[in-house]
């Protein structure tokens, strides 16, 4: 896999332009829930397809969605923490791309490169293991 360059990952934003938009994100998301007037049960709307096999009488294929299809931003990578601050919905390919740059990877990487940092984290990273590191689950410090 080439990595010198990543053109199609883009870096994360001047700071305070950044905070804003993930502000605004997270604002219009808690809007959707104080709006709300149901009582049925909500699930979210993503960009990926959930994996699993759709049950027939599912109540996730027909009930209100809250959207969180946006939230897929690198938002910080500090070099010197070797930390990377990303959305749910960046996958692990945009995230070792854009820290490839500064000579960092993730410690643990799921087996398919589609996989989304929130989906790791609710799936428990499918299973993704490291013999010092334990599960990739051991390797956030915060959701």
């Not at 605004?24 to 809007?31: L, N, T």
């Not at 945009?94 to 996989?115: D, F, N, S």
């Not at 989304?116 to 984290?121: C, H, I, K, P």
């Amino acid at each position: 896999m080439q990595m010198d360059s990543a053109p199609d990952v883009l870096l994360p934003e001047v700071p305070a332009r950044r905070d804003s938009r993930h502000e605004a994100k997270v604002e219009r998301i808690a809007r959707q829930l104080r709006q709300r007037k149901s009582t049925r049960p909500v699930s979210f709307k993503k960009k990926t397809p959930p994996h699993q096999v759709p049950k027939r009488y599912d109540q996730r294929r027909g009930d209100e969605k809250i959207d969180l299809s946006d939230l897929d931003q690198i938002l910080e990578i500090d070099p010197v923490a070797m930390t990377c601050t990303a959305e749910p919905a960046v996958t692990f390919e945009e995230v070792v791309r854009a820290t490839w740059r500064y000579g960092l990877v993730p410690i643990i990487i799921p087996e398919h490169k589609t996989i989304t940092l929130g989906g790791a984290v609710a799936g428990c990273s499918i299973e993704s293991m490291s013999f010092r590191n334990g599960a990739g689950g051991c390797t956030r410090t915060a959701c």
